[in-house]
């Protein structure tokens, strides 16, 4: 059973479900400055938790949120660096459920974004899995215990276009109904929409 916020979802998936989809390196090519630029500002889910996203140095975007630790009594702050790329009409968000490790990421495919909000399709294990196991995709099916298993796959030109063709939509779950909205534009200038790139 897969247990995902909408934020979780559409970017950070710091918590995993049972099945997972992993890739080595992000796919496809780097958002132009000014579309990443636009995805700045203050975002929310339908749970009410607030994102603030930015531009970074290191990655693409840095995804900061404050959770509530009752261990300790207190608010926590935490940053996640983010990787956005887009291939032919699809844009792609990778990110690394532990920042610690490089070379595993879990990524969204980006699937509406407009008017001050983004909806995402997260990963379909199973797909993958099948798709790795007869060759159609490079990469690896890795079992765990009580039936579970990830799947690791190779980051490649090939991925990319196979997932950005008619077929590789089948291989993402169905649209979040539930969306990232945004707060707050930018801090600088004119807000921009953030976008899918045209056909």
Known sequence: ???????????????????????DAPFGDPLPDRTLESFRGTWADKQGNV????????????????KWNSKTDAFETQSVP????????????????DTHKEDRLVFVWLSDIQDGRIYGRACNPDAFREA???GTLGGQVVRRKNDHFN???????????????????????????????????RADGEPADAREPPN
């Not at 994102?51 to 404050?66: M, N, P, R, W």
């Not at 030109?157 to 707060?183: H, I, K, V, W, Y």
């Open 1 to 23: 059973m897969r247990v995902v916020s909408s934020l979780i979802v559409l970017l950070l998936i710091s918590t995993l479900g049972c099945d997972n989809v992993f890739v």
């Open 51 to 66: 994102y603030f996203v930015e531009v970074a140095a290191k990655s693409d975007l840095v995804v900061g949120f404050t």
């Open 82 to 97: 983010v990787s956005i790329r887009t291939v032919q009409n699809r844009t792609f968000l990778f990110i690394p459920p």
């Open 132 to 134: 790795v196991l007869s």
């Open 151 to 185: 799947v690791r796959l190779e980051a490649s030109d090939q991925l990319g276009a196979f997932l950005a063709s008619p077929d590789g939509a089948s291989f993402f779950d169905e649209q979040n109904d539930q969306p990232l909205r945004r707060l707050a534009f």
